[in-house]
């Protein structure tokens, strides 16, 4: 089969906007700009109640075509069957579809399962986390008759590959891309320190993401203590809806440390383009998973130096002292000190941005990641 536009299902069971999440959207989106036909089912139930955020955030992608599925957790034969239902009537609607593209492992197994049914369909999986997986048959069975297999990290492949299920050779590395188009050097960061009332020369520390346990922004509220006391005007922003750690408890930690007066925690906003050109440095202090950092890739293309932790896929996207610097996880010593060396030579902190605007240019765009993906899909046929 050559270049002709297929049609593809994505399925997600994702119930939040995660890095996984923005990765299977930011790939549909590349996927319909190349002129294929993308379904996009999506998680709908969550603890037997009804969600729809999901369905919300996929119809943003313009041109895809949206549908719900039930996706629970677990194994559950009322909804497992009232999903492999749906997807049956999906097949027999669209003859003509060819790719089922899981990203979790509830719907590779209703991917399998379907294939059993429909032989002439490539099931294709991408792997997003580290967590180590179970080498036992089911799974090696599950992955070993997967037409194709993706990790989005060197250390996800490595990792599918120590435990014996796969040869590192046959698992594919391939980076998310982000909107080059959206976030970009030319925004303008004004807005945002105008409603802070800071001025353009104040060091603003931003950081962005869900407040899980997972985002070390403890230890980064710690680090940030040390980067008050060389610059004492410096404010630190975590942007990012509550999860497992609750905005209360940062910033009684910040008034611990004494800079509470110098934290600020909007929780989440839509604006984050804006905020991320407002950013001196953006900060990415995780301490496990990033199996998708949709963040850095964002930083990288507002033109912003980013200091990271060396977890999951931070350090194949982030070229250590060249778009930005890399730090040990859960040492608040190690982000301080990254942060500091860009603060006290801004010059090194422009440099930093301009190759890491660069490297999103050439490596990690929407387009450049579909066309990636597009290459594994059609050398299925």
């Known amino acids: ?16 906007m995660t ?27 969550k603890r037997g109640k009804p969600i729809d955020r999901m369905l919300q955030e996929a119809r943003k992608v313009e041109g895809a075509e949206v549908f719900p599925l039930n996706l629970v957790k677990g194994i559950s034969l009322r909804y497992d069957l ?26 590779h197994w209703l991917a399998m399962l379907l294939r ?4 002439y369909l490539r099931v294709v999986r991408t792997r997003h986390v580290t967590t180590r997986i179970r080498p036992h048959i089911l799974n090696r069975r599950l992955y070993q008759n997967t037409d194709a297999v993706i990790a989005t990290s060197t250390a996800i492949r490595d990792g599918l590959a120590a435990s014996g299920i796969l040869p590192a050779e046959s698992i594919s590395v ?12 030319g925004i303008s960061g004004e807005p945002f320190r105008q409603e802070l009332g800071v001025d353009m020369d104040v060091p603003l520390v931003v950081a962005v993401g869900h407040l899980d346990r997972v985002k070390g922004y403890d230890v980064l509220v710690r680090a940030f203590r040390k980067v008050h006391r060389a610059f004492p005007a410096a404010r630190l922003v975590i942007v990012g809806e509550e999860h497992e750690v609750r905005r209360e408890d940062l910033m009684n930690l910040a008034a611990e440390l ?52 060396t977890v999951g896929c931070l350090p194949d996207l982030i070229r250590d002292n060249e778009t930005g610097i890399l730090v040990a996880p859960g040492d608040s010593d190690a982000p301080a000190e990254g942060i500091l060396k860009i603060l006290e030579a801004p010059e090194m902190g422009v440099a930093f941005g301009k190759a890491g605007r660069k490297l999103v ?12 993906v597009e290459g594994i899909y059609l050398g299925l046929f």
């Open 361 to 372: 240019e050439t490596t990690y765009t929407e387009e450049i990641a579909a066309e990636r």
């Open 116 to 119: 059993r049914r429909y032989p």
């Open 82 to 107: 009232a999903d492999l239902g749906t997807l049956d009537r999906l097949c027999r609607d669209n003859p003509e579809l060819r790719i089922i593209h899981a990203h979790r492992s509830k719907e």
């Open 174 to 185: 391939l980076h998310g891309g982000v909107d080059a188009k959206r976030f970009h050097p």
């Open 19 to 45: 890095g996984e999440a923005g990765h299977v959207f930011s790939l549909s989106r590349g996927l319909i700009e190349r002129g294929h036909r993308v379904l996009i089912g999506c998680r709908s139930i």
């Open 258 to 309: 004494d800079i509470a007066d110098r934290a600020l925690l909007p929780g989440r906003r839509e604006d984050i383009p804006v905020i991320m050109a407002a950013s001196t440095v953006g900060v990415i202090s995780s301490v496990g998973s990033e199996g998708n950092s949709r963040v850095a890739l964002e930083f990288m293309a507002t033109g912003k130096p980013v200091v990271s932790t």
């Open 1 to 16: 089969m050559d270049s002709m536009p297929l049609p593809i299902l994505q399925i997600s069971s994702s119930s939040s």
